[in-house]
């Protein structure tokens, strides 16, 4: 049994790494501020196991009790053989020049995007230290992380922190007992809600706007499906982890 942690199911990339995860060999632990009904649904009609957890991660301090619960109930999985994360859970918001954006909007920015990874991988080591099976984190990053655009300072910042992060985690869980691999992902530019919420951005506030709605115009974005099946294709590919950056996949 594989028991596979994952953040920001309710749409998009998430939705689509459920969907394919939901199967008789998988325990599927969904964590979003809604439950996904579809998801449920598949489920229900494949006999998968899936666990739902309505959470928002902007709640920090709570996430400690969360993932004692998720973790709590993985270990009493039968014949465990794998334990996964993938932080998936994003948000591009503020899209616009620093001194434009609200103070609360920045928080909850570098929140979701770099604090809770952070402290979702801390007590997923922490907690699972004692297992001898195989550990997977993957953080979903992005581009944006290294080449930067106007109007999404609070983004790239972010995404850059997660992408040091996971280089700082790989070096400490070089000599670790019972170790993790880890690795950050640039997944690449996929038809998103993302997308959706950066092509409505006032061109005042973000000059590139009308490349980005060309690019969906012209059919040039990867589908969430596509990206997913990649994604869980490196995740369970045995060079996973070798290195803690992965920029194209």
Do not use: W
């Not at 309710?10 to 325990?27: P, V």
């Not at 809604?34 to 489920?43: F, M, P, Q, T």
């Amino acid at each position: 049994m594989k028991a596979y942690i994952i953040t920001g199911t309710s749409r998009g990339i998430g939705e689509a790494l459920a969907e394919q995860l939901l199967m008789s060999e998988n325990s599927v632990y969904c964590i979003s501020r809604s439950v996904n009904d579809k998801l449920e649904e598949l489920g229900a009609t494949r006999g998968a196991k899936l666990s739902y957890y309505t959470y928002d991660l902007n709640e920090l301090t709570g996430i400690d009790h969360l993932m004692k619960k998720i973790v709590g109930s993985i270990k009493l999985e039968e014949d465990l053989e794998a334990i996964y994360l993938i932080n998936n859970a994003g948000m591009l918001s503020p899209v616009m020049p620093i001194e434009q954006c609200d103070t609360e909007l920045i928080i909850q920015n570098v929140t979701i995007n770099l604090l809770a990874p952070m402290i979702l991988t801390s007590r997923f080591i922490e907690m699972t230290k004692e297992l001898a099976v195989d550990k997977r984190v993957m953080n979903v990053s992005s581009g944006s992380a290294k080449f930067l655009l106007p109007a999404q300072s609070c983004y790239s910042t972010a995404k850059a922190g997660i992408d040091s992060f996971s280089k700082s985690v790989h070096l400490e869980q070089q000599h670790a007992l019972n170790s993790v691999k880890i690795a950050s992902v640039y997944p690449g530019m996929i038809d998103t809600h993302m997308q959706a919420e950066i092509r409505s951005t006032s061109k005042e506030n973000f000059p590139y706007v009308d490349q980005f709605i060309k690019m969906a115009q012209d059919g040039l974005l990867q589908t969430p499906e596509n990206t997913a099946t990649k994604l869980l294709e490196l995740l369970l590919s045995e060079h996973y982890g070798q290195s803690p950056l992965v920029e194209q996949l």
